[in-house]
């Protein structure tokens, strides 16, 4: 799994507390020593709206297409994601869940069932099988790219929903990652979470 902010607003804080200083026409009580407090009292008072000034933009590489399918479902997000009907998967590879890992008969089962799924894949394409209709036997554990971009106010409903011990531990994974990056450009914008490491989960204060 490869995760890279390719894009962020910049000064995203500061765009956040002129915005929100639209509401109250405080603007002369701005200063660096301020923004943090402000934006901080913000988001205890559930004045989330005015995150939604500042975007980010994520590349994500090699995670499974059971975990993208559940990814874009946040529908307050943009996606674009590698295309099986463009590109051709005649050498894809695949992610393997970490219980199937760990299970010797279990992995050998799932490495024989994708290379079945490969000779099937190349079979068909060597049929003159056009790669939009040969894709229909490509697995969901099949490694893809994906592009997200989001305001600040989605990305914290998305690790709120994917860094709970309930998420599943593809998406679990990537979400923390994705938390960590953006917690160190906007610290104060996620100041109330934090990530428990012993349990691999997102916490709130």
């Avoid at 099988?129 to 894709?135: L, N, P, S, V």
């Avoid at 979400?175 to 996620?190: D, G, R, S, W």
């Amino acid at each position: 799994m490869e995760i890279k902010l390719i894009s962020i607003t910049p000064n995203a804080e500061k765009i956040i507390e002129e915005a929100a200083r639209t509401s109250y026409l405080s603007f002369n009580r701005q200063g660096e020593d301020i923004t943090a407090s402000f934006i901080k009292m913000l988001i205890k008072n559930g004045h989330h709206s005015v995150l939604e000034h500042a975007y980010a933009s994520f590349r994500i590489k090699g995670i499974s297409r059971a975990t993208t399918h559940q990814l874009v479902r946040h529908r307050l997000a943009s996606f674009t994601q590698q295309s099986q009907r463009y590109v051709d998967e005649t050498n894809f590879h695949y992610v393997i869940p970490q219980s199937i890992e760990k299970d010797e008969e279990a992995k050998k089962l799932f490495l024989k069932t994708m290379e079945n799924v490969k000779e099937v894949y190349i079979k068909l394409r060597s049929m003159k099988i056009r790669k939009e209709d040969a894709r229909y036997v490509l697995p969901n554990a099949i490694e893809s790219e994906i592009v997200i971009s989001a305001n600040l106010r989605e990305y914290r409903r998305i690790f709120e929903l994917r860094c709970e011990k309930k998420a599943q531990w593809e998406i679990r994974k990537m979400a923390i990652i994705m938390f960590e990056i953006l917690k160190n450009e906007c610290p104060n914008v996620f100041y109330d979470m934090n990530i428990d490491y012993e349990k691999n989960i997102l916490i709130k204060e």
